[in-house]
């Protein structure tokens, strides 16, 4: 096995940096061998012969060269046969192909763009901003005169601001949010994703302080946003808290008992400020919370932006643990708070992970795709081409509902989908998609599905192709998949699962080489373990009179435990010290005392002769060799296949 992972790891190390650069033909790169009429340029060969070698690095000889060409020629063969014979359009490989791809792609994406999102967020984080705001509700599903309807109102809003009206007075009589007529549209102070709406947030950050934004879309409705205050973060809190309800608070009365709810929490309030009891007590005796009554009255840690805001606002003024408020007025009623934690912003890095969760769960990951396709789209040139679509659509049928749909039913369809610059995505490229894709997709109509399925790949395709321009290393490691992954397949094929599935010509190879695979002389000995020396005394007598092991063993068994031991076997020289002292000699050797007073002595039967091991015992040995052979007679079918012209002056000129 540890032949075979060898060879898998030279696989992968070759195909990591097989097409280091994109093949020229150029003066200033001359080709230095071709197969099949395929070139290889001098630059691609010297990048991975230095890659490939650290410690031949200055090492520039014939010698080294000429090894290492022959390596790189056999795997160019390889790797022009396993485009020949398509093996890549197996389902195993374009699903291995597929899953790496998208892995890769995916890590490189969000590198490439979410590292920037995740440093905006944190940069929002470090401040708090003061808001108010006018919204008018619409669902985001709304009808389109719902929508005009809902334009309208925060239009005309937003014309009344822009005459001079007071932002507080046109929330009052515009907004929906039922608090504005009471508190002029003041939502309280936010931060980085303390609204969950990343439209309401950019348009609150985007806006200098003291400003109005234009009108904003988020998935409640309408907005216009007045940035009040800015101030530094203030962190996170953790608090108890005691809550006095309201007798007819949950009834919905005109008129709650706010009276009577305010002067028992004055009451808890003076009771625990006078020491007359505890604040955990209070909790346990008074509060209204059922949900935190049974926690000494602790909610979870939050930040700005989670809370109502007079209750917000009291919990932040707490400034050292333990320090505990006095009653505050919420629309719950009347609440004490203790406080139990306060944590600063955390460092970036400390945050990143955090940050970064937040973006893939919200609509923002989605909408960092699209803007990154809308613009790679715009940067290399994308061309569709619609006939060619229908063509393929046209070849879908109620297999393709049912996901059951296969690619062979596009055969011969290769006609371009979409071009980007120099390169197009096929209708054989979107039938192999398909055909591993479908089951993710529901939709019942043909149309509807390919669509949704068109999409996913060629936003994945265009990201692929602008990570591939702009990232060396990216587009070197992805070549590795598109090459490695279907020559591992093939090697599997032809030389691997064949070495080991070819009983007869595993056998025939064997039988042809077994003098390669030669046991050295052995000893034939026992090893006798008794567990202590008067024992031993009885056992050794027995040995010297040929005793059967089985009688020795039987008449030493103390409370149905074996008291001796013996193991026998063929013991090469350097395996066993004691039987080593006895110099190949038939015979007894001596006692040896353990540490736990056990004693062991071991006896020669006799030396067995250098022997060939049999298939069973050389089996791994035999079958890494077995598809060495293989592969080497593969080699030659493949050279005879397939020209291979090597320019000799260019090899020359790499010599130093």
Known sequence: MKVLVKKISFIILLCVTAQASFSQTNGKDPVLFSVAGQPVTKSEFMYVYQKNNPNKKNDFSKASLQEYLDLYINFKLKVTEARAIQIDTTAKVRDELEKYGDQLIKSNFDKEVMDAAVQQHYNRMQNERQVSHIMITLNADAKPEDTLVALSKITAAQERLKKGEDFAKVAGEISSDPNAKDNGGLLGWMTGYSIPDMNFEDAAYNTKVGDVSNIVRSKY?????????????????????????????????????????????????????????????????????????????????????????????????????????????????????????????????????????????????????????????????????????????????????????????????????????????????????????????????????????????SEQYIIEYDLSTKNEDFRRLMQEYRDGIPLFALLEQKVWTAAAKDTLGLEKYYEEHKSEYMWDERADAKIYRSPDEATAKEVRKLVQKDTPDSIIINKFIIDSVEAVSIESGLYLAGQNSNIDKLNKQPGLGENILGADGSVTFVKISKMVPSQPKTLKEARGYVISNYQDHLEKKWIEDLKAKYSVKVNEDVFNSMVK
């Open 221 to 457: 409705g309408y907005h216009i946003i007045k940035v009040n205050q800015e101030r530094p973060a203030s962190g996170q809190v953790k608090v108890a808290h005691i809550l006095i309800k309201p007798k007819n608070l949950n009834n919905n009365p005109a008129t709650p008992d706010l009276d009577g709810a305010k002067a028992k929490a004055d009451s808890i309030s003076n009771l625990i400020a006078s020491g007359q009891i505890t604040f955990e007590d209070a909790v346990s005796k008074f509060s209204d919370d059922n949900t935190t009554k049974g926690k000494d009255g602790a909610l979870e840690i939050f930040g700005v932006g989670r809370m109502v805001p007079p209750f917000e606002t009291a919990a932040f003024a707490l400034k050292n643990v333990s320090d505990i408020s006095a009653p505050v007025k919420t629309n719950y009623g009347y609440h004490i708070l203790k406080l139990l934690e306060k944590k600063p912003v955390a460092g970036l890095e400390d945050s990143k992970a955090d940050i970064r969760s937040k973006i893939e769960r919200s609509d923002e990951y989605n909408i960092l795709r699209r803007d990154f396709v809308a613009k790679a789209k715009a940067k290399y040139n994308f061309k569709e081409y619609p006939e060619n679509k229908n063509e393929l659509i046209a070849k879908l049928d109620s297999s393709f509902i049912n996901s059951s749909w296969k690619m062979y039913k596009a055969a011969g369809m290769n006609k371009p989908l979409f071009s980007l610059s120099d390169k197009t995505y096929t209708q054989k490229d979107m039938a192999g998609f398909i055909d591993l894709n479908q089951k993710a997709y529901r939709d019942k109509d043909i149309t509807e599905k390919y669509n949704k399925m068109f999409k996913q790949a």
